[in-house]
């Protein structure tokens, strides 16, 4: 029996030891070494004193020795964090803080980037992963229950403070082990992982490949940096299972670079994270009949995905959108109608909330925030029995399968990353000299028109200080692609909120 998320590994480990199962780039381990190379640096932890159920941040670009990374966190008993490289200093120290982090495993590569990010004075031990050797490389005795968080994922926050998502075990497990039997994998299976670690996407690539024994493949930033190489990557590596952002998908098709033989071993394609527009998902089926298309759907806060819909029809022209499906098993739906009450008949309309075993514990140190989103089940006074209210507007169609409508927030999906518009204003109207700042996303079907912009007033800074400040504050996929300064009175609505529609249309015209 599978309790806790790295046992999948050390089982594949003991099935298919001189197998390949990590890649990467040109770099490969075989399961048996990887198992033993994280068995022997979790003892270390250990010996080390790091208590159990710690967080323990990892900082580097994706590689071998990230799965390395997250595989020795687990086995100390602790939690692992992965922090984005490209994050500026004061969303890593805000992690930091918040995960309460004494240890972080870097490697070699980004070992100067990290210490330069630290405060004067820090008292974060580094362990520089590629720098490890030796050691005691039998199994610890796991003292972790299911119920014990492996990973915290940080999201972007309204206030401008990240958000920690905490997944335990259990969550991680139930999700897997339903992948593996919905999408028939198998060891003779090859899995790429195209998301950034940092984004729960990847929890699927990494565990149905460490539960099956399959051979993991990552996608390294060389290959991202020119996304049609993709393809190839694809085609050479054999891979059976591709699971990335609709965005991606989109790309790889404008790029026109996709024939119809580009992908032989292909099984399935799966769509996650965002809206899938029909006009690419037709496009991809018309190119590849033998693959499987599906839509799955979820939220960091419920485990990666809780509702999914296979593709069985090529959408027609006039179709307007690709169901986000029926819950997954273990998992439940309601939609929260505008009187409050919860609904799962057909035509029901409002916020999507969602309960079951994957339901994440809340965000870390920050109880109001999970207060806010996680609230006991109101028809349940017997046990806790969390839903979790995700903000998104859904309609339930004539066949029962959930339709997403939109967001009842400010919080959009921008190349597949989530980000709350709150967070770049927060961070705007922190700099000194910005007196006003609105942040807002224009979502046009011509890419080139698709953007963060922002309205901002200052008497002090031009655009290019503007952004150079900014920078310094929020990921390089927060920064808005088009700035208007004015001095004069923002557009406001009657009831004088900002008139986000209108300074959309100043900021885009
Ligand atoms: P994340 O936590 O980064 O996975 O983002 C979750 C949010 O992405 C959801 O709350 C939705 O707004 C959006 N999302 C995820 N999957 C889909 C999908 N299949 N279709 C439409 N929106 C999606």
């Given at each position: ?7 999948y590994f050390s089982n594949s480990a003991r099935r298919f030891p001189d197998k390949a199962g990590l890649n990467c780039?040109?770099d490969s381990s075989t399961f048996r070494d990887s198992d033993l190379l994280t068995n ?24 071998i020795?990230?799965i390395h990374?997250?595989l ?65 490389t039998?199994e ?46 198998s060891s003779s299976d090859v ?18 490949a460490f539960?099956t024994g399959a051979e993991l493949h ?292």
């Amino acid at each position: 029996m599978t309790t806790l998320v790295q046992q999948y590994f050390s089982n594949s480990a003991r099935r298919f030891p001189d197998k390949a199962g990590l890649n990467c780039a040109d770099d490969s381990s075989t399961f048996r070494d990887s198992d033993l190379l994280t068995n022997a640096i979790a003892n270390h932890i250990c010996a080390n004193g790091m208590e159990r159920g710690s967080f323990i941040p990892f900082f580097m670009s994706k590689s071998i020795n990230s799965i390395h990374s997250i595989l020795s966190i687990l086995k100390s008993d602790c939690a692992y964090v992965p922090i984005d490289v490209a994050s500026p200093p004061g969303r890593i120290n805000s992690i930091l803080e918040v995960s309460n982090a004494s240890l972080v495993i870097v490697d070699k590569a980004s070992k100067e980037l990290f210490l330069s990010h630290l405060p004067d004075g820090s008292k974060i031990d580094i362990l520089v992963i590629d720098e490890f050797s030796g050691g005691d490389t039998s199994e610890r005795d796991y003292q972790n229950l299911s119920i014990d968080i492996a990973y915290v994922l940080f999201t972007s926050g309204s206030t401008g403070v990240p958000k920690g998502v905490m997944i335990p075990h259990k969550a991680i497990i139930d999700y897997i082990d339903w992948c593996v039997s919905e999408y028939e994998l198998s060891s003779s299976d090859v899995i790429a992982n195209h998301a950034p670690l940092y984004f729960d996407n990847s929890t699927f690539d990494l565990y149905t490949a460490f539960s099956t024994g399959a051979e993991l493949h990552l996608v390294h930033d060389a290959v991202n940096a020119v996304l049609p190489s993709l393809i190839k990557w694809i085609r050479n590596r054999k891979i059976s299972t591709f699971f990335c952002v609709p965005s991606v998908m989109s790309m790889l098709l404008r790029s026109r670079r996709l024939k119809s033989d580009s992908f032989p071993d292909l099984r399935h394609m799966i769509a996650a994270g965002e809206v899938l527009p029909p006009d690419v998902v037709r496009g991809w089926m018309e190119l590849y009949p033998h693959v499987q298309f599906t839509n799955m759907y979820g939220p960091t806060e419920i485990t990666v995905d809780c509702s999914f819909h296979v593709i069985r029809e090529i959408p027609t022209p006039d179709q307007q959108t690709i169901p986000i499906g029926k819950a997954r098993p273990n998992m439940e739906l309601f939609v929260r109608t505008e009187n409050g009450e919860l609904q799962q008949a057909v035509g029901a309309r409002g916020e999507l909330l969602v309960r079951g075993t994957s339901v994440a514990y809340g965000y870390l140190g920050d109880s109001e925030k999970t207060n806010k989103a996680f609230i006991q089940n109101p028809n349940n006074d017997v046990f806790a029995d969390m839903l979790y209210c995700t903000g998104d507007l859904v309609e339930i169609d004539a066949q029962g399968d959930y339709l997403f409508l939109g967001r009842a927030d400010e919080q959009i999906k921008y190349l597949g990353y989530r980000i709350e518009l709150g967070e770049i204003e927060a961070a705007l109207t922190s700099i000194d000299g910005v007196d006003e700042g609105v942040v807002v996303f224009n979502d046009s079907d011509k890419p080139e028109e698709t953007g963060i912009g922002a309205l901002v007033s200052s008497e002090t800074l031009d655009e290019k200080a503007l952004l150079a400040e900014l920078r310094d504050k929020v990921p390089p996929y927060m920064v808005p692609s088009r700035v208007l300064l004015k001095t004069d009175d923002f557009p406001r609505t009657a009831n004088e909120k900002y008139d986000r529609k209108s300074i959309k249309r100043l900021v885009f015209r």
